[in-house]
Nanobody, 125 residues
Framework: QVTLVESGGGLAQAGGSLRLSCAAS????????MGWFRQAPGKEREFVAA????????YYADSVKGRFTIPRDNAKNTVYLQMNSLKPEDTAVYYC??????????????????WGQGTQVTVSS
């Protein structure tokens, strides 16, 4: 069983920064894809960023490229979402996800196997 626990959400002003954490437990994650998705009220869940854990290859949605990064800490089995230059349109519930299979498509939420509980991020203008 894999457990993902997110933390670090909250309120920020436009132009500010927040860092989300996703602590993973239950298995080693060296072969996993770890992703961050978000869902704003009335909208579908959308891809934000992902990392191929072992290779360290990262992917970003166009809307966050240049502003967000997805570092990881192997020793802590933790992946982060560093969010800079926040905008009001970044307001959403952010979810961490783990994809265990080779078939995991980094931008496709149905292909992920485990999800965190979500953490609210609110950006005021």
């Amino acid at each position: 069983q894999v457990t993902l626990v997110e933390s670090g959400g909250g309120l920020a002003q436009a132009g500010g920064s927040l860092r989300l954490s996703c602590a993973a437990s239950g298995r080693t994650f060296s072969s996993y894809t770890m992703g961050w998705f978000r869902q704003a009220p009335g909208k579908e869940r959308e891809f934000v960023a992902a990392i191929k854990w072992s290779a360290g290859v990262t992917y970003y949605a166009d809307s966050v490229k240049g502003r967000f990064t997805i570092p990881r800490d192997n020793a802590k089995n933790t992946v982060y979402l560093q969010m800079n230059s926040l905008k009001p349109e970044d307001t959403a519930v952010y979810y961490c996800a783990a994809g265990l299979r080779l078939s995991t498509i980094y931008y496709s939420s149905p292909t992920y196997d485990y999800w965190g509980q979500g953490t609210q991020v609110t950006v005021s203008s």
